[in-house]
């Protein structure tokens, strides 16, 4: 005798089936996210452009903040008993900023000051590098203000050396206690010659 075919049977395994088949097909369409800025770039090859060494320094972050990475950031530290400087070195698209140096270098300063209140600018100078490449000619400014660093709330100064390189800006920010300026300035120049910046993509 045949036995009879459970219609319930047949109907559960057949929801079952086209349940899982609209699960692969949910499973298989990517999602599209928008991304958010500044971005963390992580796998930055170790050229010259982004030496994971430089002076002495150590690369620790590299940070995009337009489509394309276009604009960059590279974080680098020095540390040593005597010396402790944080650098940040950014290579940015000059056709959203100002047009020349000198109003860019006074729209950089009004941040740092609107930034750190009550922030006193000691100096500002010409600066002048040679490279590889040729002489590069900016601005540097530096100004001091309280800040936690080192994981103690102290004095720190902090230099700004800025440069126009074509359609491209560069420019540099370090800092470092009050007391060790004078080292960590020299050691912030011996960071921007040991990098091949004026020829970053």
């Avoid at 047949?10 to 929801?15: K, M, R």
């Avoid at 680098?76 to 400087?85: D, I, N």
């Avoid at 709330?153 to 230099?159: K, L, T």
């Amino acid at each position: 005798m045949n036995k009879e075919r459970n219609p319930s049977k047949w109907l559960s395994a057949g929801l079952l089936a086209v349940a899982l088949l609209g699960l692969a097909g949910c499973i298989a369409q990517p999602i599209a996210r928008e991304e958010s800025y500044p971005k963390q770039i992580t796998g930055q090859p170790s050229t010259e452009h982004y030496p994971p060494v430089a002076a002495g320094f150590q690369r620790w972050h590299t940070h995009s903040y337009r489509p394309g990475d276009k604009d960059l950031s590279i974080g680098y530290h020095f540390s040593q008993p005597q010396l402790q400087v944080v650098a940040t070195l950014y290579h940015l698209e000059a056709a959203p900023w100002k047009a020349t140096l000198d109003e860019q270098f006074d729209a950089e300063t009004a941040g740092l000051k609107q930034a750190h209140p009550g922030a006193e600018w000691i100096e500002t100078s010409a600066v002048t590098f040679a490279t590889p490449s040729g002489e590069r000619k900016g601005k540097r400014g530096t100004l001091s203000y309280r800040e936690r660093f080192a994981r103690v709330q102290q004095p720190v100064c902090s230099e700004l050396m800025l440069f126009r390189e074509g359609d491209k800006y560069i420019k540099l920010r370090c800092t470092a206690p009050v007391l060790q300026r004078t080292p960590a300035s020299e050691k912030c120049s011996e960071l921007m010659r040991s990098i091949n910046w004026p020829r970053w993509p």
